[in-house]
T-cell receptor, first 113, second 116 residues
Framework: KNQVEQSPQSLIILEGKNCTLQ??????????LRWYKQDTGRGPVSLTI?????NTKSNGRYTATLDADTKQSSLHITASQLSDSASYIC????????????FGSGTRLQVQP | GAGVSQSPSNKVTEKGKDVELRCDPI?????LYWYRQSLGQGLEFLIY????????KSGLPSDRFSAERTGGSVSTLTIQRTQQEDSAVYLC??????????????FGPGTRLTVL
């Protein structure tokens, strides 16, 4: 069964600090992995998309890594800001069709002043 | 340009009633998705529309759920005889459907459905 596990479930950090969120998946055959940011009461917003051949991708202060061999990904947030407070969702697509997306339950990040 | 919009933003209904949720995708986006997000859960795929192709309905949880997309643009998700377990946030997303690379899905703000 295709699964996406994220850790930690929740995280509190001080403004200006860095943090790393983890995503482990069992989706196969792997097509791509996406990280989304979801503010409370809003729809998810895409941060990065990585295919099998990509092992790192950055979007401003967000850097995602992918290890397709160990089926792990991480999202590193540098110099956190209060506006980074949100849920971060890892989504893995299987190479079996466009609908085949498996969503993680997300990591709830709270950045405190 | 405008993003994906959904209406209503909140809907409270009584068990057994029918509800209709609306999604206006980004203009020009040929792909449209409906998802459901229950409290504390990950997103659950419901249905996918791509151009004029037959929709992929494999995620619909029961025959009480249906969706249509008129003119390749606006979509309506209908839930008949609502049950309390239908309470969730219903999210719509649209994208440009590439054939050789993954597409970025743009999500709407969602409709929070509460069935009493």
């Amino acid at each position: 069964k295709n699964q996406v596990e994220q850790s930690p479930q929740s995280l509190i950090i001080l403004e200006g600090k860095n943090c790393t969120l983890q995503c482990n998946y069992t989706v196969s055959p792997f097509s791509n992995l996406r990280w989304y940011k979801q503010d409370t009461g809003r729809g998810p917003v895409s941060l990065t998309i990585m295919t099998f051949s990509e092992n790192t991708k950055s979007n401003g202060r967000y850097t995602a890594t992918l290890d397709a061999d160990t089926k792990q990904s991480s999202l590193h947030i540098t110099a956190s800001q209060l506006s980074d407070s949100a849920s971060y969702i890892c989504v893995v697509s299987a190479n079996t069709g466009r609908r085949a997306l498996t969503f993680g339950s997300g990591t709830r990040l709270q950045v405190q002043p | 340009g405008a993003g994906v919009s959904q209406s209503p933003s909140n809907k409270v209904t009584e068990k057994g009633k029918d509800v209709e949720l609306r999604c206006d995708p980004i203009s020009g986006h040929t792909a449209l998705y409906w998802y459901r997000q229950s409290l504390g859960q990950g997103l659950e795929f419901l249905i996918y529309f791509q151009g004029n192709s037959a929709p992929d309905k494999s995620g619909l949880p029961s025959d009480r759920f249906s969706a249509e997309r008129t003119g390749g643009s606006v979509s309506t998700l209908t839930i008949q005889r609502t049950q309390q377990e239908d309470s969730a946030v219903y999210l719509c997303a649209s994208s440009l459907a590439y054939t050789n690379r993954p597409d970025t899905q743009y999500f709407g703000p969602g409709t929070r459905l509460t069935v009493l």
